[in-house]
């Protein structure tokens, strides 16, 4: 199965890629850069630049501003192409497979490095949905707040890998990282299951599963210094071999944050009540948080 950003990959040339170079490397100074701009940084022929744009336009990787001397900005898609050329360029990946999430915000997509590993691609939407909300409630942000989205999606994209990489070097259960660019993040696919699927009797050992994810939390407070902050049934992944991965990290926060605790109790309190429902098991909060807080 081919995705539609397979497909514009494959359609955008390299005069379209400078273009869009061009229009990224404007954006700090303009909502629309001008189109003369443009042309100059993109260094191609008249002639080439006009077909290229045209191009653009056509697929929608491109947008017009509504004023008469507006040029043009990027569209997300866009900047998902960007990114991916990116990572193919350094050799990170080497093909798109189908999408297999959308989340509320991101899009994930299987790819497979040049030696054949099975990777996730994820592009951060962050700042594009919360763009489309504050629109709708609050006219007068719009302006300010729509140039930000591609440097908030981006910011969220490194926000990620970092975060992979510092729990993942501290050996916390999470998918390796293996490089970003842009609001995009490549980690290692785990073969599994979202614990959510799972059904009651479903597990082999569900305690122990229990203790691996609360490990995982109590690494990332004491030895990463922070809290998930989303923790649930659908962040968590069972792989085949039986280990929790906790996956989705782009809003955890520090632990020195006013609001650090009251999250990690939140998450906690969360999934100690999930496992009782659905796995029949009793175990204290209380006690687990202080496990977590504490050095052990
Ligand atoms: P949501 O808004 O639904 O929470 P999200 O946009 O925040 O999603 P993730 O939770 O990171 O994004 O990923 C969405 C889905 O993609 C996951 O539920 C899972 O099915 C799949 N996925 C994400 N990361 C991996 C991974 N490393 N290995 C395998 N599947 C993954
Ligand atoms: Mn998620």
Request: hydrophobic residues 40%; glycine residues 6%; aromatic residues 10%.
């Amino acid at each position: 199965m081919v995705s539609q950003l397979a497909e514009l990959y494959n359609k955008t040339d390299n005069h379209m890629f400078r273009i869009l170079r061009a229009i990224e490397s404007l954006l700090s100074k303009y909502e629309y850069p001008p189109i003369e701009l443009v042309e100059r940084r993109s260094k191609l022929p008249p002639g080439s630049f006009r077909r290229a744009l045209e191009r653009l336009v056509e697929l929608k990787l491109i947008k017009k501003g509504k004023h008469q001397l507006m040029g043009y900005t990027l569209t997300f898609q866009a900047l998902d192409l960007l990114a991916l050329r990116a990572l193919v360029a350094r050799g990170t990946v080497s093909e798109l497979g189908p999408k297999i999430g959308v989340g509320k915000e991101s899009e994930v997509y299987d790819a497979l490095s040049p030696t054949g590993i099975r990777l996730v691609l994820k592009f951060h939407r962050e700042g594009v949905r919360s763009f489309k909300n504050v629109r709708k409630t609050r006219i007068y942000m719009a302006e300010s707040t729509r140039k930000q989205w591609i440097l908030k999606a981006k910011l969220i994209g490194e926000r990620e890998f970092k975060a992979l990489d510092a729990l993942y070097k501290f050996g916390a259960l999470v998918p390796k990282p293996i490089d970003y660019n842009r609001h995009a993040v490549v980690q290692e696919y785990i073969e599994g299951v979202e614990l959510y699927t799972i059904p009651s009797n479903g597990l082999d050992n569900p305690v122990k599963i229990l203790a691996d994810i609360v490990s995982t939390i109590h690494i990332a407070y004491i030895k990463a210094g922070i809290v998930h902050g989303d923790l649930s049934e659908y962040n968590i992944l069972i792989s085949t071999e039986g280990e929790p991965f906790i996956i989705d990290w782009p809003q955890y926060v520090y632990k020195e944050d006013p609001i650090a605790d009251e999250l990690l109790r939140r998450d906690v309190y969360y999934i100690i009540r999930f496992f009782n429902k659905k796995f029949k098991i009793e175990v204290d909060p209380e006690r687990i948080l202080e496990e977590i807080k504490g050095g052990i």
